[in-house]
């Protein structure tokens, strides 16, 4: 059962246009959602984060965007540069007795992101 | 501030043997989670640790097991190697306010049973 969902395994776009990646999750309790910039054999790259009262967050090039009713998010890269080309994972946790979240991300399969100079 | 570290980066290993694996955590984080990577499944949860005890595991066998020390610093130890148990396993540290779960990952120990 893949509670968090990135259905494009791949992703190539010029240098200087927009990326947009996507993530899709099934599970209403997830509250906190994160995307993870990674590269071969190491480990993950915080970007950029949202919770799940907010439909918007913005860090430089960096947007985060949710939809909590289509259970749908997205990071937009913009302008796209060579240096972003890696694995890009969304991933989501959910809160537990109501108090801080519990530690647990569930994670996407990931995009792979290719920038074309 | 110095990052997330673990040790050994690389480890061979032999079925049927036993490994542990260490993870230092961001300085003043208290919460240290543990992943498994791999080609098939991905990166998943193995579990996680806050003040020396364990408040969440994954659906991992109990051959999985971890723990915490007062420094915060953790250990997660793999018995009975397998073949599949090959991968890469990443450590991640959270700071200890509350108001969401940003965890800071190490940069992993490749783990190779032959």
């Known amino acids: 059962d893949q509670q968090v969902k990135q259905n494009s395994p791949s992703l190539s776009v010029q240098e200087g246009r927009i990326s947009i990646l996507n993530c899709d999750y099934t599970?209403?309790?997830?509250?906190?959602f994160l995307w993870y910039k990674k590269y071969p054999a190491e480990g993950p790259t915080f970007l950029i984060s949202?919770?799940?009262?907010?439909d918007k967050n913005e860090d430089g090039r960096f947007t985060v965007f949710l939809n909590k009713s289509a259970k749908h998010l997205s990071l937009h890269i913009v302008p796209s540069q060579p240096g972003d080309s890696a694995v890009y994972f969304c991933a989501a946790s959910a809160k537990m007795h109501g108090s801080s979240n519990t530690g647990k991300l569930i994670f996407g399969q990931g995009t792979t992101l290719q920038v074309k100079p | 501030k110095a990052g997330v570290t673990q040790t050994p980066r690389y480890l061979i290993k032999t079925r049927g043997q036993q490994v542990t694996l260490s993870c230092s955590p961001i300085s003043g984080h208290r919460s240290v989670s543990w992943y498994q990577q791999t080609p098939g499944q991905g990166l998943q949860f193995l579990f996680e640790?806050?003040?020396?005890?364990q408040r969440n595991k994954g659906n991992f066998p109990g051959r999985f097991s971890g723990r915490q020390f007062s420094n915060s610093r953790s250990e997660m130890n793999v018995s009975t190697l397998e073949l599949g148990d090959s991968a890469l396993y990443l450590c991640a540290s959270s700071p200890p306010w509350g108001g969401g779960d940003t965890q800071y990952f190490g940069p992993g120990t490749r783990l190779t049973v032959l």
């Open positions: 949202i919770s799940s009262i907010k």
């Open positions: 640790y806050f003040s020396e005890t």
């Open positions: 599970n209403s309790m997830f509250d906190y």
